[in-house]
Nanobody, 119 residues
């Protein structure tokens, strides 16, 4: 089992920055990937950024060059630095961790943190 707790959301003006943090605990050694997703009401949850166990990163096209995902092993956190925010970035942001258990993927989610960007 893995537990995820997000923090750092809030209200920011367009062009501003926010840093989200996801603290993970539990059987973290089994995690193969971690990432951030976001969701707006009435729409599907979309991938924003992923950090693979290899160290590779994947970003949604809409956030490339503006968002950076990173891991702090000492603090057991995965952070998302968000710069040049715009209104389209307004959403609930969820931390995700994935592992493989007996050949099947297992997903863990945090409770979500609201990010609101005002025009």
């Amino acid at each position: 089992q893995v537990q995820l707790v997000e923090s750092g959301g809030g209200l920011v003006q367009a062009g501003g920055s926010l840093r989200l943090s996801c603290a993970f605990s539990g059987n973290a050694g089994s995690i193969s990937a971690m990432g951030w997703y976001r969701q707006v009401p009435g729409k599907e949850r979309d991938m924003v950024a992923r950090l693979l166990i290899s160290g590779s990163t994947i970003y949604a096209d809409s956030v490339k060059g503006r968002f950076t995902i990173s891991r702090d092993s000492a603090k057991n956190t995965v952070d998302l630095q968000m710069n040049s925010l715009n209104a389209e970035d307004t959403a609930i942001y969820y931390c995700h961790a994935g592992e493989w258990r007996r050949g099947a993927p297992v997903d863990y989610w945090g409770q979500g943190t609201q990010v609101t960007v005002s025009a």
